[in-house]
């Protein structure tokens, strides 16, 4: 009798890890409700250029590690200025370069278990622009709507000349070097 008790615990302790593990969760950006803009300031206005990614993946890990990728083509981003744009890409040599790509991950990000439920996340990662990557902390707050859905929205800046780009100009006036990023993106758990 003790034996079978212990042999009935003994199975029970090795059936429990198999138990306990959670897949992964794989997300894929939704393309219509998502979105990546750009703010330059100049001295005489403020540029405010926006595109809707090409790619966008994120996996929570059941560890709390998360992992995004996204990707957006540079000829992409509109101003509501077709001579801008059209500057915007020569002075970032989009036919060369055409993509702007962040690749980051997290720790300790716990999906929520009532919804809506807001997280903070600070991905860090490397942001590739104009064929120069660099690291870059992408602080962000995730919206949880559902078990299935999440908009994550941030902002960040970086430096147009520590990318290597040459800075437009106005009336002989540069914008500042200061370009701000704000994603704006809506993942959805995939095959869902």
Known sequence: MIARRLALLATLLLALPAAAQVPAKMYSV??????LSYKLIHKLHEVVGKAKPSVGMAVLKPDGTLQVQVRANVKDFDSENSNRDAHMQEVT????????EFKGKASG????????????VTLKGQLTFHGVT?????????????????TAEGAFDISLESYKIERPSLLMVKVDDKLILEPKLVFVVEGK
């Not at 990000?109 to 903070?120: G, L």
């Open 30 to 35: 939704k393309k219509d409700a998502s979105s």
């Open 93 to 100: 040599e989009a036919a060369k370069f055409p993509l702007i």
């Open 109 to 120: 990000v716990t999906a929520p278990t009532s919804f809506p439920a807001t997280v903070p």
């Open 134 to 150: 660099q690291d870059v902390s992408v602080p962000m707050k995730v919206t949880f709507t559902s078990d299935k859905e999440a």
